[in-house]
Protein backbone atom coordinates (compact mmCIF):
# COMPACT_ATOMS: atom_id res chain seq x y z
CA UNK A 1 0.00 0.00 0.00
CA UNK A 2 0.89 4.11 -0.43
CA UNK A 3 2.78 5.44 2.28
CA UNK A 4 0.49 7.78 2.02
CA UNK A 5 -2.06 5.74 3.55
CA UNK A 6 -0.50 5.37 6.91
CA UNK A 7 0.34 9.21 7.46
CA UNK A 8 -1.30 11.35 9.78
CA UNK A 9 -3.53 13.83 8.20
CA UNK A 10 -1.48 16.82 8.30
CA UNK A 11 -2.26 19.99 10.89
CA UNK A 12 -2.29 23.54 10.19
CA UNK A 13 -1.16 25.39 13.30
CA UNK A 14 -4.46 26.25 14.89
CA UNK A 15 -5.24 22.71 14.69
CA UNK A 16 -2.36 20.99 16.20
CA UNK A 17 -3.02 21.22 19.66
CA UNK A 18 -6.59 19.20 19.16
CA UNK A 19 -5.26 16.99 16.28
CA UNK A 20 -2.33 15.97 19.28
CA UNK A 21 -5.13 13.92 20.87
CA UNK A 22 -5.15 11.58 17.59
CA UNK A 23 -0.99 11.54 17.62
CA UNK A 24 1.09 11.19 20.47
CA UNK A 25 3.50 14.04 19.64
CA UNK A 26 6.80 14.54 21.45
CA UNK A 27 9.13 17.15 21.41
CA UNK A 28 12.51 17.48 19.62
CA UNK A 29 14.30 16.32 23.14
CA UNK A 30 12.33 13.52 23.87
CA UNK A 31 13.23 10.78 25.52
CA UNK A 32 11.55 8.20 23.58
CA UNK A 33 12.84 9.53 20.26
CA UNK A 34 16.78 9.59 22.03
CA UNK A 35 16.32 5.47 22.36
CA UNK A 36 15.03 5.18 18.69
CA UNK A 37 18.27 6.73 17.64
CA UNK A 38 20.52 4.87 20.30
CA UNK A 39 22.40 2.97 17.18
CA UNK A 40 23.16 6.17 15.08
CA UNK A 41 25.60 7.81 17.85
CA UNK A 42 26.64 11.36 16.69
CA UNK A 43 30.36 12.01 16.03
CA UNK A 44 31.90 12.94 19.62
CA UNK A 45 35.32 13.57 18.28
CA UNK A 46 33.97 17.28 18.16
CA UNK A 47 31.42 19.40 20.40
CA UNK A 48 27.74 19.73 18.38
CA UNK A 49 27.03 23.45 19.29
CA UNK A 50 23.37 25.35 17.66
CA UNK A 51 24.82 26.91 14.76
CA UNK A 52 23.87 29.79 12.60
CA UNK A 53 20.93 29.58 9.94
CA UNK A 54 21.95 28.58 6.26
CA UNK A 55 22.20 31.10 3.39
CA UNK A 56 22.22 28.44 1.40
CA UNK A 57 21.35 24.55 0.85
CA UNK A 58 24.26 22.22 -0.09
CA UNK A 59 25.66 22.75 -3.88
CA UNK A 60 24.12 19.64 -6.09
CA UNK A 61 26.51 16.92 -6.31
CA UNK A 62 28.34 17.86 -2.94
CA UNK A 63 29.24 15.06 -0.02
CA UNK A 64 26.50 15.77 1.95
CA UNK A 65 28.50 15.78 6.07
CA UNK A 66 26.32 12.98 8.11
CA UNK A 67 27.05 14.77 11.56
CA UNK A 68 24.16 16.65 12.82
CA UNK A 69 24.94 20.33 13.79
CA UNK A 70 21.62 21.23 15.45
CA UNK A 71 21.27 21.52 18.99
CA UNK A 72 20.99 17.75 20.27
CA UNK A 73 22.90 16.45 17.19
CA UNK A 74 21.52 13.24 15.92
CA UNK A 75 20.17 12.33 19.37
CA UNK A 76 17.49 14.74 18.68
CA UNK A 77 14.94 15.95 16.02
CA UNK A 78 15.73 19.03 13.21
CA UNK A 79 14.40 22.06 14.97
CA UNK A 80 10.86 21.85 13.74
CA UNK A 81 10.02 18.39 13.14
CA UNK A 82 7.44 16.37 15.36
CA UNK A 83 7.66 12.51 15.95
CA UNK A 84 3.99 10.28 16.40
CA UNK A 85 2.54 8.08 16.27
CA UNK A 86 -0.87 6.99 15.29
CA UNK A 87 -2.98 4.77 16.43
CA UNK A 88 -2.74 0.81 15.90
CA UNK A 89 0.92 2.14 14.41
CA UNK A 90 4.20 0.35 15.90
CA UNK A 91 6.74 2.17 13.88
CA UNK A 92 6.65 5.90 14.58
CA UNK A 93 6.75 8.86 11.48
CA UNK A 94 7.87 12.51 11.53
CA UNK A 95 6.67 15.54 10.35
CA UNK A 96 8.56 18.91 9.18
CA UNK A 97 5.77 20.95 10.95
CA UNK A 98 6.72 24.03 8.72
CA UNK A 99 6.87 22.35 5.42
CA UNK A 100 3.63 19.93 6.58
CA UNK A 101 6.13 17.00 4.80
CA UNK A 102 5.93 13.36 6.49
CA UNK A 103 8.81 10.73 6.27
CA UNK A 104 8.48 7.64 7.74
CA UNK A 105 12.11 7.42 8.91
CA UNK A 106 13.87 9.23 11.63
CA UNK A 107 15.24 12.45 9.41
CA UNK A 108 19.23 12.34 9.52
CA UNK A 109 21.66 14.72 7.83
CA UNK A 110 22.95 13.60 4.73
CA UNK A 111 19.86 10.66 4.38
CA UNK A 112 17.86 10.99 1.83
CA UNK A 113 13.97 11.14 3.13
CA UNK A 114 11.38 8.92 1.67
CA UNK A 115 8.14 9.89 0.70
CA UNK A 116 8.62 10.20 -2.81
CA UNK A 117 4.78 10.91 -3.97
CA UNK A 118 5.00 14.29 -2.27
CA UNK A 119 7.74 15.38 -5.00
CA UNK A 120 7.93 15.58 -8.97
CA UNK A 121 9.82 12.74 -10.61
CA UNK A 122 13.47 13.43 -10.46
CA UNK A 123 13.56 15.43 -7.25
CA UNK A 124 15.06 13.90 -3.23
CA UNK A 125 14.24 15.70 0.11
CA UNK A 126 17.06 15.75 2.02
CA UNK A 127 18.14 17.84 5.89
CA UNK A 128 20.82 19.76 5.70
CA UNK A 129 23.51 19.75 8.19
CA UNK A 130 21.82 22.33 10.63
CA UNK A 131 18.33 20.95 10.19
CA UNK A 132 16.69 22.60 7.94
CA UNK A 133 14.99 20.70 4.92
CA UNK A 134 16.47 21.22 1.03
CA UNK A 135 15.61 19.53 -2.70
CA UNK A 136 17.60 18.22 -4.32
CA UNK A 137 16.54 18.44 -8.37
CA UNK A 138 18.19 16.24 -11.05
CA UNK A 139 16.08 17.48 -13.81
CA UNK A 140 17.60 21.13 -13.42
CA UNK A 141 20.77 20.01 -11.13
CA UNK A 142 20.18 22.59 -8.41
CA UNK A 143 19.48 22.83 -4.78
CA UNK A 144 16.70 24.32 -3.38
CA UNK A 145 15.17 25.38 0.21
CA UNK A 146 11.89 25.82 -1.81
CA UNK A 147 9.72 22.23 -2.99
CA UNK A 148 10.35 22.34 -6.84
CA UNK A 149 7.00 22.60 -8.61
CA UNK A 150 6.68 21.07 -12.66
CA UNK A 151 7.51 23.48 -15.22
CA UNK A 152 4.70 24.71 -17.25
CA UNK A 153 5.22 24.85 -21.04
CA UNK A 154 4.87 27.90 -23.17
CA UNK A 155 1.56 28.71 -23.68
CA UNK A 156 -0.24 26.43 -20.79
CA UNK A 157 -3.81 27.51 -20.22
CA UNK A 158 -4.04 29.08 -16.97
CA UNK A 159 -6.58 29.42 -14.00
CA UNK A 160 -9.65 32.10 -14.34
CA UNK A 161 -8.69 32.46 -10.39
CA UNK A 162 -6.53 31.12 -7.87
CA UNK A 163 -7.67 32.03 -4.25
CA UNK A 164 -5.18 32.14 -1.76
CA UNK A 165 -5.94 33.38 1.91
CA UNK A 166 -2.92 32.76 3.66
CA UNK A 167 -4.09 29.33 4.45
CA UNK A 168 -1.51 26.80 5.24
CA UNK A 169 -3.54 23.98 5.28
CA UNK A 170 -6.90 22.69 3.08
CA UNK A 171 -8.34 19.52 3.35
CA UNK A 172 -9.47 17.13 1.42
CA UNK A 173 -13.29 18.56 0.64
CA UNK A 174 -14.37 21.15 -1.94
CA UNK A 175 -17.52 21.96 -3.73
CA UNK A 176 -19.10 23.95 -6.30
CA UNK A 177 -22.12 25.53 -5.08
CA UNK A 178 -24.88 25.41 -7.99
CA UNK A 179 -25.75 28.10 -9.76
CA UNK A 180 -24.72 31.00 -7.26
CA UNK A 181 -20.78 30.41 -8.44
CA UNK A 182 -19.83 30.07 -4.95
CA UNK A 183 -17.13 27.37 -3.75
CA UNK A 184 -17.00 26.06 -0.44
CA UNK A 185 -13.27 24.96 0.82
CA UNK A 186 -12.27 23.38 4.07
CA UNK A 187 -9.15 26.22 5.40
CA UNK A 188 -7.12 26.39 8.14
CA UNK A 189 -9.54 24.03 9.88
CA UNK A 190 -13.22 26.12 9.40
CA UNK A 191 -15.64 26.11 6.33
CA UNK A 192 -14.93 28.85 4.38
CA UNK A 193 -17.05 30.16 1.15
CA UNK A 194 -15.82 31.91 -2.27
CA UNK A 195 -17.18 33.46 -5.04
CA UNK A 196 -16.49 32.32 -8.04
CA UNK A 197 -13.79 35.28 -8.76
CA UNK A 198 -12.04 34.50 -4.78
CA UNK A 199 -13.83 36.90 -3.17
CA UNK A 200 -14.40 35.28 0.64
CA UNK A 201 -18.45 35.66 1.01
CA UNK A 202 -18.59 36.10 5.20
CA UNK A 203 -17.12 35.02 7.47
CA UNK A 204 -15.53 31.57 8.54
CA UNK A 205 -18.39 29.21 9.55
CA UNK A 206 -18.81 28.61 13.55
CA UNK A 207 -17.23 25.23 14.44
CA UNK A 208 -16.83 23.22 17.73
CA UNK A 209 -15.08 20.18 18.31
CA UNK A 210 -11.97 21.64 16.63
CA UNK A 211 -10.95 20.84 13.11
CA UNK A 212 -13.14 20.42 10.38
CA UNK A 213 -11.76 17.43 8.77
CA UNK A 214 -14.35 16.25 5.64
CA UNK A 215 -17.53 18.02 4.57
CA UNK A 216 -20.41 17.34 2.21
CA UNK A 217 -23.06 19.41 0.91
CA UNK A 218 -26.82 18.14 0.74
CA UNK A 219 -28.50 18.19 -2.62
CA UNK A 220 -30.33 21.49 -2.54
CA UNK A 221 -27.30 23.72 -1.77
CA UNK A 222 -28.44 25.08 1.70
CA UNK A 223 -26.89 22.68 3.94
CA UNK A 224 -22.85 21.06 5.00
CA UNK A 225 -22.14 18.30 7.22
CA UNK A 226 -18.49 17.98 8.65
CA UNK A 227 -16.20 15.11 9.77
CA UNK A 228 -15.08 17.52 12.89
CA UNK A 229 -11.76 16.72 14.86
CA UNK A 230 -13.33 15.36 17.99
CA UNK A 231 -14.95 12.49 15.85
CA UNK A 232 -18.38 13.67 15.79
CA UNK A 233 -20.50 14.95 12.44
CA UNK A 234 -21.61 18.27 12.57
CA UNK A 235 -24.46 20.17 10.52
CA UNK A 236 -24.05 24.04 9.64
CA UNK A 237 -26.58 25.83 7.63
CA UNK A 238 -24.53 27.30 4.81
CA UNK A 239 -26.12 31.16 4.16
CA UNK A 240 -26.03 31.92 8.02
CA UNK A 241 -22.83 30.00 8.21
CA UNK A 242 -24.16 28.82 11.81
CA UNK A 243 -24.14 25.10 13.33
CA UNK A 244 -27.71 23.46 13.13
CA UNK A 245 -28.90 21.72 16.59
CA UNK A 246 -26.27 19.28 18.46
CA UNK A 247 -23.35 16.94 16.95
CA UNK A 248 -25.00 14.03 15.20
CA UNK A 249 -25.32 10.72 17.16
CA UNK A 250 -22.19 8.54 17.70
CA UNK A 251 -18.86 8.95 18.76
CA UNK A 252 -15.65 6.61 17.08
CA UNK A 253 -12.65 6.67 15.19
CA UNK A 254 -12.33 9.76 12.75
CA UNK A 255 -14.82 9.86 9.90
CA UNK A 256 -13.04 10.45 6.59
CA UNK A 257 -15.80 10.42 4.00
CA UNK A 258 -19.17 11.48 3.76
CA UNK A 259 -22.32 11.71 1.06
CA UNK A 260 -26.00 12.60 0.91
CA UNK A 261 -28.49 10.56 -0.18
CA UNK A 262 -30.16 11.89 -3.25
CA UNK A 263 -33.65 12.83 -1.53
CA UNK A 264 -31.40 14.68 0.99
CA UNK A 265 -33.28 12.06 4.18
CA UNK A 266 -30.03 10.57 5.26
CA UNK A 267 -25.94 11.24 5.38
CA UNK A 268 -23.63 8.24 4.97
CA UNK A 269 -20.29 8.28 6.65
CA UNK A 270 -16.69 5.94 6.27
CA UNK A 271 -14.13 5.83 9.19
CA UNK A 272 -10.86 5.58 9.67
CA UNK A 273 -11.52 2.00 11.91
CA UNK A 274 -13.37 0.71 8.28
CA UNK A 275 -17.17 1.13 9.93
CA UNK A 276 -19.98 2.88 8.31
CA UNK A 277 -22.57 4.86 9.50
CA UNK A 278 -25.64 6.45 8.83
CA UNK A 279 -27.70 9.30 10.01
CA UNK A 280 -31.40 10.85 9.77
CA UNK A 281 -30.56 14.34 8.76
CA UNK A 282 -33.29 15.59 10.63
CA UNK A 283 -32.59 14.36 13.87
CA UNK A 284 -28.88 13.51 13.41
CA UNK A 285 -29.77 9.72 14.69
CA UNK A 286 -28.42 6.70 13.32
CA UNK A 287 -30.89 4.76 10.95
CA UNK A 288 -29.51 1.33 10.75
CA UNK A 289 -26.89 -0.42 12.56
CA UNK A 290 -23.04 0.17 12.23
CA UNK A 291 -22.31 -1.60 9.24
CA UNK A 292 -18.13 -3.33 9.22
CA UNK A 293 -17.56 -1.96 5.86
CA UNK A 294 -13.66 -3.24 5.81
CA UNK A 295 -11.26 -3.94 8.27
CA UNK A 296 -8.95 -0.99 6.76
CA UNK A 297 -10.27 2.81 6.21
CA UNK A 298 -12.75 3.67 4.19
CA UNK A 299 -11.54 6.25 2.02
CA UNK A 300 -14.51 7.18 -0.19
CA UNK A 301 -18.55 6.56 0.05
CA UNK A 302 -20.83 7.50 -2.59
CA UNK A 303 -24.94 6.86 -3.23
CA UNK A 304 -26.49 6.16 -6.07
CA UNK A 305 -28.37 8.47 -7.97
CA UNK A 306 -31.68 6.89 -7.45
CA UNK A 307 -30.62 6.35 -3.64
CA UNK A 308 -31.35 2.59 -3.49
CA UNK A 309 -27.67 1.52 -2.54
CA UNK A 310 -24.52 2.85 -2.08
CA UNK A 311 -20.81 2.28 -2.84
CA UNK A 312 -17.48 2.77 -0.75
CA UNK A 313 -14.03 2.73 -1.55
CA UNK A 314 -10.74 1.54 0.11
CA UNK A 315 -9.17 -1.80 -0.61
CA UNK A 316 -11.89 -2.92 -2.69
CA UNK A 317 -15.19 -1.58 -3.73
CA UNK A 318 -18.13 -2.32 -2.19
CA UNK A 319 -21.70 -1.62 -3.06
CA UNK A 320 -24.60 -1.70 -0.24
CA UNK A 321 -28.17 -1.94 -0.47
CA UNK A 322 -29.84 0.95 1.27
CA UNK A 323 -30.87 -1.55 4.71
CA UNK A 324 -27.00 -1.92 4.61
CA UNK A 325 -26.61 -5.54 2.92
CA UNK A 326 -23.37 -6.01 0.85
CA UNK A 327 -24.12 -6.28 -2.25
CA UNK A 328 -21.45 -7.24 -4.52
CA UNK A 329 -17.12 -7.00 -3.88
CA UNK A 330 -15.77 -5.64 -7.15
CA UNK A 331 -11.83 -5.98 -7.29
CA UNK A 332 -9.71 -5.11 -10.00
CA UNK A 333 -7.08 -2.13 -8.43
CA UNK A 334 -3.79 -2.74 -7.23
CA UNK A 335 -3.11 -3.75 -4.13
CA UNK A 336 -0.61 -1.43 -3.16
CA UNK A 337 -3.23 1.69 -3.07
CA UNK A 338 -6.59 2.34 -2.17
CA UNK A 339 -9.62 3.55 -3.85
CA UNK A 340 -9.39 6.92 -3.16
CA UNK A 341 -12.61 8.64 -5.44
CA UNK A 342 -15.57 6.83 -6.60
CA UNK A 343 -18.76 8.46 -8.70
CA UNK A 344 -21.50 6.83 -10.20
CA UNK A 345 -23.31 7.27 -13.84
CA UNK A 346 -26.63 8.89 -13.25
CA UNK A 347 -28.41 5.78 -14.46
CA UNK A 348 -26.77 3.82 -11.41
CA UNK A 349 -25.43 1.73 -14.11
CA UNK A 350 -21.46 2.09 -13.86
CA UNK A 351 -19.07 3.63 -11.17
CA UNK A 352 -15.90 5.23 -12.17
CA UNK A 353 -12.71 4.76 -9.34
CA UNK A 354 -9.70 6.52 -8.94
CA UNK A 355 -7.01 4.85 -6.92
CA UNK A 356 -3.18 5.60 -5.58
CA UNK A 357 -2.04 2.61 -8.53
CA UNK A 358 -2.34 5.54 -10.72
CA UNK A 359 -5.73 4.53 -12.54
CA UNK A 360 -9.14 5.26 -13.71
CA UNK A 361 -11.49 2.42 -13.79
CA UNK A 362 -14.95 2.02 -15.04
CA UNK A 363 -17.34 -0.79 -13.46
CA UNK A 364 -20.45 -2.31 -14.17
CA UNK A 365 -21.52 -2.52 -11.33
CA UNK A 366 -24.69 -5.14 -10.96
CA UNK A 367 -21.63 -8.11 -11.84
CA UNK A 368 -17.99 -6.53 -11.14
CA UNK A 369 -17.27 -6.34 -14.51
CA UNK A 370 -14.40 -3.97 -15.51
CA UNK A 371 -15.00 -1.83 -18.76
CA UNK A 372 -12.32 0.78 -18.79
CA UNK A 373 -9.25 1.34 -17.36
CA UNK A 374 -7.36 4.79 -17.83
CA UNK A 375 -3.91 5.01 -17.54
CA UNK A 376 -1.71 8.79 -17.62
CA UNK A 377 -1.36 9.78 -14.50
CA UNK A 378 2.30 9.12 -13.00
CA UNK A 379 0.90 9.25 -9.36
CA UNK A 380 -1.95 8.67 -6.99
CA UNK A 381 -5.21 9.63 -8.62
CA UNK A 382 -6.80 11.43 -5.28
CA UNK A 383 -10.66 13.09 -6.85
CA UNK A 384 -12.55 12.66 -9.72
CA UNK A 385 -15.56 13.93 -10.58
CA UNK A 386 -18.14 13.81 -13.74
CA UNK A 387 -19.70 16.59 -15.99
CA UNK A 388 -23.41 17.42 -15.79
CA UNK A 389 -23.53 15.82 -19.04
CA UNK A 390 -21.45 12.66 -18.47
CA UNK A 391 -19.16 13.46 -21.41
CA UNK A 392 -15.74 14.23 -19.64
CA UNK A 393 -14.81 13.16 -16.19
CA UNK A 394 -12.25 15.20 -14.47
CA UNK A 395 -9.19 13.70 -12.17
CA UNK A 396 -6.67 15.20 -9.79
CA UNK A 397 -3.65 13.88 -9.00
CA UNK A 398 -0.37 13.49 -6.67
CA UNK A 399 1.34 14.20 -9.89
CA UNK A 400 0.73 18.13 -9.68
CA UNK A 401 -1.70 17.43 -12.51
CA UNK A 402 -5.52 17.98 -13.45
CA UNK A 403 -6.94 16.34 -16.47
CA UNK A 404 -10.29 16.08 -18.25
CA UNK A 405 -10.82 12.90 -20.09
CA UNK A 406 -13.20 12.41 -23.00
CA UNK A 407 -15.38 9.52 -22.27
CA UNK A 408 -16.17 8.40 -25.66
CA UNK A 409 -12.87 7.97 -26.45
CA UNK A 410 -10.90 7.18 -23.19
CA UNK A 411 -8.11 9.88 -24.02
CA UNK A 412 -7.16 13.14 -22.41
CA UNK A 413 -8.58 16.49 -23.82
CA UNK A 414 -5.68 19.03 -23.85
CA UNK A 415 -2.47 18.87 -22.09
CA UNK A 416 -2.53 18.39 -18.15
CA UNK A 417 -3.54 21.17 -16.10
CA UNK A 418 -0.44 22.03 -13.82
CA UNK A 419 -0.04 22.97 -9.92
CA UNK A 420 1.99 24.22 -7.35
CA UNK A 421 1.70 21.19 -5.34
CA UNK A 422 0.03 17.55 -5.51
CA UNK A 423 -3.91 18.20 -5.84
CA UNK A 424 -6.25 16.91 -3.34
CA UNK A 425 -9.75 17.80 -4.55
CA UNK A 426 -11.64 18.17 -7.90
CA UNK A 427 -15.52 19.93 -7.76
CA UNK A 428 -17.45 20.55 -10.75
CA UNK A 429 -20.23 23.60 -11.07
CA UNK A 430 -23.78 21.97 -11.70
CA UNK A 431 -23.95 24.14 -14.92
CA UNK A 432 -20.65 22.47 -16.39
CA UNK A 433 -19.47 25.87 -16.87
CA UNK A 434 -16.53 25.74 -14.72
CA UNK A 435 -14.54 23.29 -12.26
CA UNK A 436 -12.35 23.73 -8.60
CA UNK A 437 -9.28 21.83 -7.67
CA UNK A 438 -7.41 22.85 -4.39
CA UNK A 439 -3.55 21.86 -3.29
CA UNK A 440 -2.63 21.73 0.24
CA UNK A 441 0.27 22.38 2.75
CA UNK A 442 2.11 24.96 3.26
CA UNK A 443 0.55 27.38 0.54
CA UNK A 444 -3.04 26.26 -0.11
CA UNK A 445 -4.47 26.98 -3.02
CA UNK A 446 -8.22 26.54 -4.71
CA UNK A 447 -7.49 26.41 -8.67
CA UNK A 448 -10.97 27.63 -10.93
CA UNK A 449 -11.02 26.70 -14.06
CA UNK A 450 -13.57 27.22 -17.49
CA UNK A 451 -14.31 23.74 -18.64
CA UNK A 452 -14.68 25.54 -22.22
CA UNK A 453 -11.45 27.04 -22.35
CA UNK A 454 -9.90 23.91 -20.95
CA UNK A 455 -11.57 21.58 -23.85
CA UNK A 456 -10.75 24.05 -26.47
CA UNK A 457 -6.42 23.53 -25.69
CA UNK A 458 -5.25 21.05 -28.00
CA UNK A 459 -3.43 17.74 -26.82
CA UNK A 460 0.15 16.98 -27.62
CA UNK A 461 -0.33 13.51 -25.84
CA UNK A 462 -3.12 11.12 -24.79
CA UNK A 463 -3.27 9.49 -21.44
CA UNK A 464 -6.26 8.61 -19.21
CA UNK A 465 -7.17 10.46 -15.59
CA UNK A 466 -10.28 10.22 -13.36
CA UNK A 467 -11.13 12.77 -10.44
CA UNK A 468 -13.53 12.89 -7.28
CA UNK A 469 -15.62 15.79 -6.80
CA UNK A 470 -18.89 17.01 -4.42
CA UNK A 471 -21.86 18.92 -6.57
CA UNK A 472 -24.04 21.18 -4.78
CA UNK A 473 -27.44 21.82 -6.66
Not at 170 to 186: M, P, Q, R
Request: proline share 7%; with cysteine; hydrophobic share 30%.
Amino acid sequence: MSNRVSSLPPLSPTSQTTTMSHAKAKSSTSAKQREANQGQRPDSSRPVAPQKREKFPPRYGAQQRQDALWEGGNEALPPGWTEYEEEGDDQPSYRDDALFMEAAHRPLSGVRLDYPWQLIPGCEWHISPLGRSYFVNHNTRTTSWKKPRPERPAGSLMPECIIKRGSTWLDNSLACLGTSGNILSVSDDAICRWTRAGKPVGKPFDTEGGFVDRIAVSPDGLMVVGACGDGRVRLWNIKEGSLVGQPWEGNNDRVKCLDWSPNGAEVAGGSNDGTIRRWNTSTGRQIVPLIKGSDDRIWTIKYSPQGDKFATGGDIIRVWSKDGELLIEIEGHDADGPVASLCWSKDGAYIFSGSFDQTIRKWQWIDGKELVVIRGHTNNVASLCLSPDESHLISASDDYSVRIWDLETNQQVGDPLWHDDYVVAVAMSSDGQYFASAISRPEAKIYVWSLEAALKRPSDDHVSVFVHCQYLF
